[in-house]
């Protein structure tokens, strides 16, 4: 069973099915992010509603909930027994996005904005291009060899080849040009 909690709340709650109703002092143990197995120091389970949803428990995630410096998520999973049950495990996922740095989101849009683009291929344009797309048709435009004749407009790769063309109207008086296709 897998469920997710984000840090900051102090009402995260996972819920179990102990298959029995009117149980108390229960036995948690937790592990976060491969550490070794620690006890709860003092688990509060309380059962949520024992005639409409009974054995269904409430473990009040309340215990070692602070995500390590730098992580932005960390598994956790819990051991929870009791006598009169078979044991449950559960495991969550702790979300702490307050945990990202300014620098490393900076270094991160970096490095993306430094990953080279794939030069586009013969084809046409989309109405509403990637923003990938759309910037490396313009860079195309702009650095690549571009033809102009009294009918057409042609945008070439950097082979030479032609990607776009669009159809150019000249009455004297306006410049029409198409849609690249």
Not at 58 to 68: A, F, Q, S, V, Y
Not at 76 to 85: K, L, P, R, Y
């Amino acid at each position: 069973m897998m469920q997710n909690s984000v840090l900051g709340f102090a009402d995260q709650f996972l819920y179990f099915n102990a298959g029995q109703v009117g149980l108390a002092s229960f036995t948690v143990y937790r592990s976060r992010n491969g550490a070794a197995a620690a006890a709860f120091n003092s688990p509060t389970i309380n059962e949520t509603d024992a005639t409409n949803m009974p054995g269904v428990y409430e473990l009040l995630l309340d215990e070692d909930m602070t995500i390590g410096g730098g992580n932005l998520t960390e598994a956790m999973s819990f051991w929870i027994t009791h006598a009169a049950m078979s044991p449950v495990f559960a495991e969550i996922e702790l979300f702490a996005l307050n945990n990202l740095a300014a620098s490393d989101v900076l270094t991160q849009i970096n490095a993306a904005l430094d990953t080279a683009i794939t030069e586009l291929g013969v084809a046409t344009p989309a109405a509403s291009p990637t923003l990938r797309t759309g910037l490396m048709l313009l860079y195309m435009a702009l650095r690549d060899k571009m033809d102009t004749t009294p009918t057409d407009n042609e945008i070439h790769n950097d082979a030479g080849a032609v990607i776009a063309t669009a159809s150019v109207n000249d009455d004297g008086v306006v410049l029409t040009r198409g849609k690249y296709t």
